[in-house]
């Protein structure tokens, strides 16, 4: 889908800020925005459905941290497939809904961004070989969840 609109040739705009909407809808400090897709996916469903009601033309999944790295900070690392693929499921049910295209996308975090402490030590060093290290197993489940895209946010 998200080809056919490229190729239409008119800017498509994509949705933004989906944490700092999280968190005005009660995300938590240190609290797993992946989680949500299981704890709250009502207000996931509702935030996609504000882009898309804003004139979003593209939605992000919620899954910016879901990968090995960044779930191991919550305990979650062997949850990676089945968050994401939740995500997913929310974004295109709404995507559905819309009564007019919109492009799905998987969001992918670089999981070698170190915040400080504890933290950082656990998701270690930069580069590309530790991104793919902690995205490996979701190559080729963009389609099958029927996302036209892997957004990688630098």
């Known amino acids: 889908m998200l080809d056919k609109m ?18 005005a809808m009660g995300l938590s400090s240190g609290e797993s925005p992946e989680l949500w897709n299981e704890a709250h ?3 996931v469903a509702a935030l996609h459905r504000d882009f898309i009601d804003a004139g979003a033309d593209i939605i992000l999944t919620n899954s910016f941290g879901a990968n090995r790295r960044r779930l191991m900070l919550h305990s ?3 949850r990676v497939r089945e968050l994401n ?14 009564g ?13 961004r170190r915040p400080p402490g504890a933290a950082g ?9 530790r991104f793919r290290r902690a995205n490996r197993g979701l190559e080729g489940r963009r389609r099958r969840r029927r996302l036209d895209r892997d957004h990688v946010r630098a």
């Open 6 to 23: 490229l190729a239409a040739g008119r800017p498509l705009l994509a949705d933004g800020a989906t944490g700092t909407n999280l968190f």
């Open 41 to 43: 996916p009502d207000r």
């Open 76 to 78: 979650l690392q062997d």
């Open 85 to 98: 693929r939740r995500a997913a499921e929310i974004a295109r049910e709404e995507a559905d809904k819309a």
């Open 100 to 112: 007019r295209p919109v492009g799905r996308s998987r969001r992918l975090g670089r999981a070698d």
């Open 121 to 129: 030590a656990a998701l270690g060093g930069r580069g590309r070989r």
